[in-house]
């Protein structure tokens, strides 16, 4: 048992001196290599010639810590949830006992990476400002992602108390971690908020369960054999559920977040995801696996699962890099020209991407139709027509741009409109004639590309 004990203190001394190794790396200075300063939804590359050295080592080290911080929250929360699921009877008294020893030190744990997490994460957001008392100030309360950082210390604090608490508290106390992370992550920014962040928080409650359950596979492998084969037993059942509504809610997500199909293939966030699936996949022929070794009564094989512990670290690296990357691919502003015998007309959209965007509209009428009476703009979401944007058109006086002849030029804008949801997107202007007729024209096009 002594060795046992040793063996376990080794893995916490080893993963408390890597948190702060890599959050040391994570806060090196800003070197002239990463010049355009470089923000938490920005994807890794470098900005310099060729990079620099430290730059990498700071990036880097970034998503090292987060990958060290979803995987710490989810063994964690998953830890506590899994009391649940084992019988404090006779059966189960042993695993118990066992996961209670465990408990205290993954809830130190994570403590220490969620404070390293939320302090390089605010670092970053408040050296984007000034980098002074008041902007970190201004992160923490006038901000979401800083209240909700609060609120994770917060419970992380009262997670050394969790651990000794009854199971009910505790499912409670991992319930409402689970809860803060989904209320900062991608969901929140959806359209759809509620079905968003309501299937991010299943996805990550059934996340933790797995991972938890992979972790506890592990060390009850090491520290018990007899009680590995049990637990595998309850496990394997659980998995099995758990990876469906993980399946479910994931394909909910990415139809939210996504703003079309191709956005898979063209954009970093959707082949990010398409990685994870392929992960998954495997993952669910181990699971099949050890579930076969677990109805036949047999000790799960060893190297089994120690090919699902490097799958489920795997996981937690693109889900480090995946969650700090847009859904929508990179965005290129709108210049669309058409042709015809009553009416020319060009749209602008710039930068097409959600937010404010200027909206440009250029008709070239024939001379004896006058001046437009009237015009009327609407861009319609094609995900929901009824989220419709009334665009209010401003006369300009006529651009630079080569004349037609025959033809009056006349040019609207509108300045900061505000566009929200990337994905298809139509634009449907009408004009009025002075002798009442009315010419009206559509325009397809993706917001975010």
């Known amino acids: 048992m002594h060795n046992k004990q040793d063996y376990s203190s080794k893995i916490i001394s080893g993963t408390v001196f890597a948190a702060l190794l ?59 949830l899994t009391f649940l699921a084992v019988s404090p009877g006779e059966r189960g008294a042993r695993q118990r006992e066992w996961m209670g020893k465990w408990s205290g030190p993954m809830a130190k744990v994570l403590l220490l990476v969620v404070l390293l997490h939320v302090f390089v994460q605010s670092n970053r957001v408040a050296s984007g400002l000034q980098g002074g008392f008041d902007d970190w100030l201004r992160v923490f309360t006038l901000t979401s992602s800083g209240q909700a950082w609060l609120v994770m210390v917060g419970l992380a604090v ?49 996340s933790s369960m797995w991972v938890s359950g992979v972790v506890l596979l592990l060390l009850f492998w090491r520290y018990d054999r007899k009680e590995a084969g049990r637990f595998a037993e309850t496990f394997s059942g659980i998995a099995w559920l758990m990876i469906a509504i993980l399946v479910v809610t994931g394909a909910i997500m990415a139809w939210l977040l996504l703003p079309d199909l191709s956005a898979l293939w063209r954009g970093a966030w959707g082949r990010w995801l398409m990685g994870k699936t392929a992960v998954v996949l495997l993952v669910i022929g181990i699971g099949a696996a050890l579930r076969r070794s677990a109805r036949r009564g047999e000790l799960p094989r060893g190297s089994l699962l120690k090919l699902d512990g490097i799958l489920m670290g795997a996981l937690l690296i693109i889900v480090a890099v995946f969650t700090t990357i847009s859904p929508a691919p990179a965005s290129h502003p709108v210049n669309y020209h058409r042709m015809g015998n ?35 703009m609407v861009i319609i979401p094609q995900k929901k027509p009824s989220a419709a944007v009334n665009i209010e058109l401003e006369s300009r006086p006529p651009g630079i741009d080569i004349p037609f002849p025959g033809y009056n030029e006349f040019r609207f804008v509108a300045k900061k409109t505000e566009l929200s949801g990337a994905g298809n997107w139509k634009a449907r202007f009408t004009v009025r004639l002075g002798d009442g007729t009315e010419l009206e024209r559509e325009f397809d096009f993706k917001l975010g590309y």
């Open 158 to 206: 009262f997670g050394l108390i969790a651990a000794r608490l009854p199971d009910a508290i505790k499912a409670v106390w991992a319930l409402l971690l689970i809860a803060t992370e989904s209320l900062i992550g991608h969901p929140a920014a959806s359209d759809e908020l509620t079905v968003a962040v309501l299937s991010d928080f299943i996805h990550l409650a059934c």
């Open 342 to 376: 009553d009416l020319h007309y060009t749209l602008k959209i710039e930068p097409n991407a959600p937010g404010p965007n200027d909206v440009e509209l250029q008709i070239w009428l024939p001379e004896d139709k006058g001046e437009p009476a009237s015009i009327g």
């Open 22 to 80: 890599i959050a040391g790396m994570a806060l090196l200075p800003q070197t002239a290599g990463a010049g355009s300063g470089f923000g938490p939804g920005t994807a890794l590359h470098a900005h310099g010639e060729g990079g620099d050295t430290a730059y990498w080592l700071k990036e880097s080290a970034v998503y090292a810590l987060r990958a060290l911080y979803y995987g710490m929250l989810l063994v964690t929360t998953g830890h506590m």
